[in-house]
């Protein structure tokens, strides 16, 4: 339709019927808008020959009509797949976040188990002199306030370094190794290899620290004797064996949440708190205890010896290992199965 008066200018050929006309009453104050509306019929003319003074970028903006597409028939449209009974389970975003947690682990675990001997030492050896920092900060805090539960919060530093640090902690060596070796990226005998070895570094590079933690501050002498005394004369029994299985679940648990998340203020908070209850509350660890009793072996005029220790040591590490595995490491695989059974993520074993 002209601008003038209100003839069409464009008509839409139909093979159906008659040709359709579209007419557009009252067009003089709106000679843009009748424009735009012929443009819709018909969208190919060339618009600036009926209005040359319009900018193209105006008739570009116009609204476009949108056509909704038809609906497919209810006999017609596709069927979802059904999924298989694990991919149900691991459909919800809490399961999705366990899956990736369980995929974080096993990419970690694969270079842990295949490290060279020199790496392994060094690594288990440092992991032995972090965990002696906590110790100290831990006998001192004793030392000045009495209060165990302080005391404990002030292990955190240990944890902490151990974290920041990339170091090998014997405890630590339950969820993270187990998984990966269920996942077949790695054996037994590896697994094995890096207890053992992880166990006697951590125990022989703090013997090492504390013996010049003892020679700088001779004050805490009597803090340390009494502290190991507690745990070596602890004896044998049923209580001090919970003790050890809720020490070995705490470290677990604490490796636990450091893979649940990405974020390193939440695995800073997950070190304090393990700290905390390990420490504060006098659980038993095979590690942190031992370093206390060495610290006191040092200081000397302990009722017990290298000997007791050791057979202290024993039960500690039994319970540790009972606590680690069951309370925490085998319901995490239980929850992981599917995941591990896919296979291992694409990791290059190497030194870290």
């Known amino acids: 339709m002209d601008v003038a008066g209100r003839r069409p200018l464009f008509e839409q050929p139909s093979t159906d019927g008659p040709v359709r006309r579209r007419t557009v009453t009252d067009p003089a104050p709106r000679p843009l808008r009748l424009l735009l509306l012929a443009t819709e019929v018909k969208p190919d003319p060339a618009c600036t020959r009926f209005l040359p003074d319009t900018p193209t970028a105006c008739l570009d903006d116009r609204p476009r009509v949108r056509r909704r597409a038809p609906r497919p028939s209810p006999g017609n449209r596709p069927r979802r797949a059904a999924m298989e009974p694990d991919d ?8 999705r976040r366990v899956a990736e947690a369980a995929e974080r682990i096993v990419a970690e675990g694969r270079p842990r188990l295949h490290r060279t001997w020199t790496s392994l030492v060094a690594t288990a050896l440092l992991g032995g002199i972090d965990v002696s920092v ?27 370094a151990l974290l920041l640090g990339h170091s090998e902690l014997f405890t630590e060596g339950f969820l993270v190794p187990v998984s990966t070796v269920i996942a077949g990226a790695a054996t037994w005998l590896d697994l094995l290899r890096l207890w053992v070895t992880v166990l006697v570094m951590n125990l022989a590079g703090g013997w090492a620290f504390m013996w010049i933690v003892m020679r700088a501050f001779p004050e805490l002498h009597s803090t340390a004797a009494e502290a190991g005394a507690r745990f070596v004369d602890g004896g044998y029994s049923l209580g001090t064996f ?24 939440g695995k800073i908070a997950a070190s304090v708190s393990a700290a905390f209850v390990l420490a504060g509350l006098g659980l038993w660890h095979s590690v942190l205890d031992s370093l206390i009793a060495f610290a006191g072996l040092h200081a000397g005029g302990t009722p017990y010896g290298y000997a007791d220790w050791l057979g202290w040591l024993g039960w500690a590490v039994l319970g540790n290992v009972a606590g680690g595995l069951l309370l925490t490491t085998a319901l995490r695989l239980v929850r992981s199965a599917p ?3 896919e296979g291992t993520p694409a990791t290059d074993a190497g030194d870290t």
């Open 88 to 95: 149900q389970i691991m459909e919800g975003p809490g399961e």
């Open 134 to 160: 906590g110790v100290m900060t831990l006998l001192f805090v004793k030392h000045e306030t009495g209060s165990d539960l302080l005391a404990g919060l002030a292990f955190s530093v240990g944890l902490i």
């Open 242 to 265: 919970c003790l050890t299985v809720l020490g070995g679940g705490v470290i677990t648990l604490m490796t636990r949440m450091h893979h649940g998340t990405e974020s390193m203020t």
């Open 339 to 341: 995941v591990l059974r």
